[in-house]
């Protein structure tokens, strides 16, 4: 797992908007407020999802002002990976 702290101290020092973590080793008996940070939503897609062993994992952290959604088509692939659709905003 990552080191949570850190990983948000880095996020806000060099204002990050988008941010992509592999290996997570995650598991459906972790909550999501354990590996969301403020700010940000979440999105995973842990191995265990995929096949029923150890290891893999995948996160995105979007800044919340950042509107985006899941393809959950492409999402629905029995492989890891995890996509989302960012959204223009109108001006």
């Known amino acids: ?11 806000v ?3 990050v908007n988008i941010t992509a973590i592999t290996e997570t ?7 999501d407020s354990e590996l969301c940070i403020q700010d940000f939503t979440l999105f995973r897609k842990d ?3 995929i ?5 893999g994992g995948i996160i995105l952290l979007v800044k919340n ?9 492409l999402n629905m692939l029995p ?3 995890l996509w989302i659709q960012l959204q223009a905003k109108e001006f």
């Open 79 to 81: 492989c890891e990976s």
């Open 47 to 49: 191995r265990f999802i």
């Open 51 to 55: 096949r029923q062993c150890r290891g």
């Open 25 to 31: 080793w995650a598991t459906p008996d972790i909550n």
């Open 65 to 73: 002002d950042i509107c985006c959604i899941t393809n959950d088509k």
């Open 1 to 11: 797992m990552f080191k949570h702290n850190e990983l948000e101290a880095y996020a």
């Open 13 to 15: 020092e060099k204002n």
